[in-house]
């Protein structure tokens, strides 16, 4: 008996399941608030401090063209002050205020030597007024945002291996109580370095949500439901774009920001007391008693009769002992076989595209004609309608013809988006097409890998009589649960690509849509390798190893191969590694 008939005996989906997915909804909704956090921590416009105004002077705008050059674009520098300003009747001796006409050549100008004066119309305090993170330094402000996803970089090949091996619940506790204890850290940071190292630390404690939620949301669901549930799921991720716009709204000191994007972690780790373990990881770890309890639990609020045999001592232990025979992998065992081997390194460039081009535009809101929060709110809104784009099109198109075609439309529109900057509409429908993308990302990696890879060398079920079977050389010994440890290894790369979507923004500084045009680029070639990528749709999850590389292999044992020169015609020579075809 397998687990998929286990759980189709209890209930695949029900009401125990629509419960974990509530629960679980609490790690989407945090993950937002602090993935986007940087907006909100962004500059707001500078300039030079300047000395006080004189009391019998009321012209503002006069005393800072006095003190400060102006940019080509008519706006006042933010990094330059006149190194001797002009002086007006009546106030303290300097230079004669001269006509445009009288003027020769550009007066001298120098850095700004008392420090900066900041517009807190939108925000009354972020790590830039903090910290002074502007001009010379303003390559910090999006340095912090690359620490942070580097952190969650290092935490997702974390959390793989250890929710492996100590379990999905147990890892999501610790999951929330670092996330909590490190982003108050994080708030009390008494300086620039501190509050980095801590983001860092924070960014590999949230980690653990990206790698542990999905499975444990999966592992507990039946095939049919699947894409609703994923869908269903990210809505949640959508809820915390919006809720982050209306807390930044009505908090805008990002001290208290941050401890209001924290607090979340409170009611989660009191909800894991009701979070179930993975029956599936329970059995491979030969924890019948405990995987029966949980089982039992799903019929029971399911409403399912059992019969006595139907999850007796006996029954569950033939499935455990066949889960026994497996021992945990390591990310080098999605990289053994020839067919594994495709599918990780075509999904890593798919999700490094992906994250790439999402955090380039998401954390980089400026030029829109919006303020920030109508912004956020805006992008947030416009997440909703993508969801059901993903929803119609994995049901019908399929998920590789999806992602491509989602990852294809972000590169297009991000280049139509360029002929008109200032379109709201346009980069918009960026925006929808790069969300859409993650979120078939998360459903296709999910339903790619194997669950389980057998230690011994997998033999056929029904290998046609026609033709001889192909002689088997042993498989990796390494296996085990592959789920989520695929979705480590591609979150890993992801989060690289979301860790230099930020630096790639001072691109601008080389040509102003440099930072576009590579956010584009990349998404487009990602589009291409996604079409390399086998279909999904309508497949029962992998358990072994087989099951990912039958395909080849069944090709090159079907009668209608004719001989062993079509087999090597037929891609088996692609398998010949672990297969002799010869």
Not at 487 to 509: C, H, N, W, Y
Not at 522 to 530: E, K, R
Request: hydrophobic share 45%; net charge neutral.
């Amino acid at each position: 008996m397998s687990f998929e008939e286990l759980l189709d005996k209890v209930g695949g989906f029900g009401p125990f399941q629509l419960r974990n997915l509530i629960l679980l909804a609490l790690p989407r909704v945090l993950l937002p608030m602090h993935f986007l956090l940087p907006v909100f921590l962004a500059t707001p416009a500078h300039h030079c401090a300047l000395p006080d105004t004189p009391a019998n002077f009321s012209h503002q705008d006069e005393w800072l063209e006095a003190h400060l050059p102006k940019e080509s674009d008519g706006t006042f520098s933010s990094c330059l002050q006149f190194a001797s300003p002009w002086v007006f009747p009546n106030t303290t001796p300097g230079r004669v205020k001269q006509s445009p006409g009288e003027l020769e050549h550009r007066p001298s100008t120098v850095p700004c030597s008392q420090g900066w004066a900041y517009d807190h119309s939108e925000f009354s305090s972020t790590i830039a007024t903090e910290w002074d993170l502007v001009c010379e330094q303003k390559g910090l402000s999006k340095v912090t945002s690359t620490f942070f996803f580097v952190g969650v970089l290092v935490g997702a090949v974390l959390f793989g291996y250890l929710s492996d091996r100590f379990g999905r619940r147990r890892l999501l506790l610790v999951a929330y109580v670092s996330s909590l204890v490190l982003s108050l850290a994080s708030a009390a940071s008494v300086s620039y370095v501190m509050f980095v190292i801590a983001r860092l630390l924070t960014g590999l404690a949230l980690a653990g949500f990206t790698i542990i939620v999905l499975p444990l949301e999966l592992e507990w669901l039946d095939v049919e439901h699947r894409i609703v549930a994923g869908v269903l799921s990210t809505l949640f991720w959508t809820g915390g774009v919006l809720l982050l716009a209306l807390v930044g709204y009505l908090i805008r000191a990002w001290r208290w920001l941050l401890l209001a994007a924290t607090l979340p972690c409170v009611p989660g780790i009191l909800s894991i007391w009701w979070v179930p373990e993975s029956a599936r990881w329970l059995l491979t770890q030969g924890r019948v008693e405990e995987a029966r309890g949980y089982l039992l639990r799903c019929a029971r609020l399911n409403g399912r009769s059992l019969g006595e045999d139907s999850l007796s001592q006996e029954a569950l232990s033939k499935v455990a002992n066949r889960e026994r025979a497996v021992q945990r992998p390591s990310y080098l065992d999605l990289l053994r076989t020839p067919r594994l081997r495709h599918i990780s390194l075509c999904c890593m460039a798919v999700w490094f595209a992906v994250n790439f081009s999402y955090y380039g535009l998401t954390l980089d809101l400026s030029g829109l004609g919006l303020d920030v929060y109508q912004t956020q709110l805006l992008f947030g809104a416009v997440e909703l309608p993508s969801k059901l784009l993903v929803y119609l099109c994995v049901r019908h198109a399929g998920r590789r013809l999806t992602q491509a075609g989602v990852l294809a439309g972000s590169a297009l529109t991000f280049g139509v988006s360029l002929l008109v900057p200032s379109e709201t509409r346009a980069w918009t429908t960026v925006k929808a097409f790069s969300e859409a993308a993650f979120t078939t990302a998360y459903l296709f990696t999910s339903e790619l890998y194997p669950t389980v890879l057998r230690r011994n060398s997998p033999k056929k079920p029904h290998a046609p009589t026609a033709h001889p079977e192909p002689k088997a050389r042993a498989f990796p010994p390494a296996t085990g649960h592959l789920g989520p440890t695929g979705l480590g290894l591609t979150a890993l790369v992801g989060r690289l690509g979301g860790s230099l979507a930020p630096l790639a923004a001072l691109l601008d500084e080389v040509w102003l849509w440099l930072p576009k045009l590579t956010y584009g680029g990349i998404a487009l070639l990602a589009g291409g390798v996604a079409l390399l990528l086998p279909e999904t749709r309508k497949a029962q999850l992998p358990e072994t190893i087989w099951d990912v590389e039958e395909v080849r292999v069944s090709v090159a044992s079907s009668p209608a191969s004719g001989s062993r020169n079509d087999c090597r015609r037929s891609s088996c020579w692609e398998f010949e590694e672990f297969w002799d075809c010869s």
